[in-house]
């Protein structure tokens, strides 16, 4: 206990360090991150500790720093009970590391910053604030000496469609900035009824689709990412003054099988399935590569239209969906 109070006053005194340190060294945000208040310092010692093999320092150390990422990115959410995660990587590609550290709140708040060292302090760099609530966070190797930052941001949503979801996102610093080279639900369970959408419909009738997947990741020879896994629709018959039906009341109408395995491409700089090369009536052609097959979507189990699409990307970076007979 004496040792836990020691700490925590250490840690305060690294929090006045922290301000203390605020007008003396000021930094600049990439562009697209946003610029408010100076930006929060940290000196390297209250960061180093996060190395720490003792699990008590890691743990102050981290909320101490959550806490200040939080009262700078959302100062009136300061004192809410933050779950911060961490993870140490080469995100910039120059060798040495960067911290990125999230933090949730649920059920739909979720933040993600990167804290780079800077004239022998830690600042605050860059960050997102329109995440939904992060797990653990954790890295990937790149050829290079790049990592890729993974994140897993859960939500559970109950007005209107009944709606849990878990997404996988691959993070790539380019352009000054953190983008999504390749996102994926892990885990989705999605329940409506069907008037919902469509008023007219002769009866009511509730749904249900579910997908559980798997993902594997490999470095070598080529980044891959490898998905495999089962989706499935169930219906149940409605009941008036039934909120939700009961899970046992959901039969069985489709079950499949999905497998995908995308490749990391250099020239598109994410994860695509493969190029081709569109020609749109009426248009030149041009080179894109195809980043989902719409056909093995969940929602193609119920919406028909989609497996003839596949949502590609091309050279301007634009993403956008096109028939499946456009595309050599």
């Given at each position: ?302 919406k028909q239209e ?23």
């Amino acid at each position: 206990m004496r040792n836990k109070l020691l700490s925590q006053l250490f840690f305060f005194c690294l929090l006045l360090l922290t301000w203390w340190n605020i007008n003396d060294l000021r930094a600049t945000l990439p562009t697209g991150a946003k610029i408010g208040a100076p930006l929060p310092v940290f000196p390297g010692i209250q960061i180093d500790f996060l190395r720490s093999q003792d699990p008590v320092i890691v743990e102050d150390a981290l909320n101490q720093t959550a806490r200040v990422l939080a009262r700078y990115i959302s100062p009136a959410l300061t004192n809410e009970a933050w779950q911060p995660s961490f993870v140490f990587l080469d995100l910039f590609g120059d060798e040495k590391e960067e911290l990125a550290i999230s933090l949730a709140l649920p059920p739909d708040r979720g933040y993600l910053a990167i804290i780079a060292r800077q004239n022998g302090q830690y600042t605050l760099y860059y960050y997102l604030d329109n995440l939904l609530p992060l797990g653990n966070i954790s890295k990937l190797d790149l050829p290079g000496h790049k990592n890729l930052l993974v994140t897993r941001e859960e939500h559970d949503e109950q007005m209107g469609i009944y709606s849990e979801t878990k997404t996988l996102k691959l993070w790539k610093w380019r352009e000054n900035a953190l983008q999504a080279v390749w996102s994926e639900h892990s885990y989705w369970e999605m329940s409506w009824l069907n008037t919902w959408q469509d008023s007219q419909a002769d009866s009511q009738l509730w749904s249900k689709l579910v997908q559980d997947l798997s993902v594997t990741y490999e470095a070598a020879p080529d980044p891959m990412i490898k998905i495999e896994g089962e989706q499935y629709l169930h219906q149940a018959p409605f009941k008036e003054f039934e909120i939700l039906p009961p899970p046992y009341e959901f039969e069985l109408q489709i079950q499949r099988k999905v497998e995908a395995v995308y490749i990391w491409n250099e020239e598109w700089q994410c994860f695509v399935l493969e190029s081709k090369t569109l020609q749109l009536p009426g248009q030149e052609a041009q080179k894109v590569a195809l980043i989902k097959d719409l056909g093995f979507q969940l929602e193609s189990l119920v919406k028909q239209e989609l497996k003839s699409l596949y949502q590609v990307i091309n050279k301007k970076g634009e993403i956008f969906e096109v028939e499946k007979q456009y595309l050599r």
